[in-house]
C-alpha cells in the first residue's frame, strides 16, 4: 500500500522560498505522473504543478508559472516542488497526488492517490 507524505511547510515572508516534498511509502511511485495542488478554506482545491515520471514533461498553474518548480527523483521515491517570490495568495495547505495514469492532469478527479497535505501560511 503506497502512501503519500508531504513536510517542509510553514511560516515565510513574502518574497521568501519554500520547498515542499512528497515521500512515498511502500511501494515506488511507479511510472506515474505526480501533482501538487492547494486549498484553502471554503474553496476548492486548485492545480498547482503536475510531472511525468520521467520528469521530461511538466504543467503549472498560470498563477504559479514562473516562481514555482516541480520536480522528481524516482530513485528516492520524491516529488518537490520548489516556490520561490511566495506571496499572501499563496497560502493553503498543499497536497501531493499520484495520478491514475503517466499523463499529467489539471483536474483532481484525474489523481487518486493523496497525502495528508502540508499547511503554507506567507505572510505580507
Known amino acids: 500500500q503506497v502512501q503519500l507524505v508531504e513536510s517542509g511547510g510553514g511560516l515565510v515572508q513574502a518574497g521568501g522560498s519554500l520547498r515542499l516534498s512528497c515521500a512515498a511509502s511502500?511501494?515506488?511511485?511507479?511510472?506515474?505522473?505526480m501533482g501538487w495542488f492547494r486549498q484553502t478554506p471554503g474553496k476548492d482545491r486548485e492545480f498547482v504543478a503536475a510531472?511525468?515520471?520521467?520528469?521530461?514533461?511538466?504543467l503549472y498553474a498560470d498563477s504559479v508559472k514562473g516562481r514555482f518548480t516541480i520536480s522528481r527523483d524516482n530513485a528516492k521515491n520524491t516529488v518537490y516542488l520548489q516556490m520561490n517570490s511566495l506571496k499572501p495568495e499563496d497560502t493553503a495547505v498543499y497536497y501531493c497526488?499520484?495520478?491514475?495514469?503517466?499523463?499529467?492532469?489539471?483536474?483532481?478527479?484525474?489523481?487518486?492517490?493523496w497525502g495528508q497535505g502540508t499547511q503554507v501560511n506567507v505572510s505580507s
Open positions: 497526488a499520484r495520478a491514475r495514469t503517466m499523463e499529467i492532469y489539471r483536474s483532481e478527479y484525474d489523481y487518486d492517490l
Open positions: 511502500g511501494r515506488t511511485f511507479g511510472v506515474y505522473a
Open positions: 510531472i511525468r515520471y520521467s520528469g521530461g514533461n511538466t
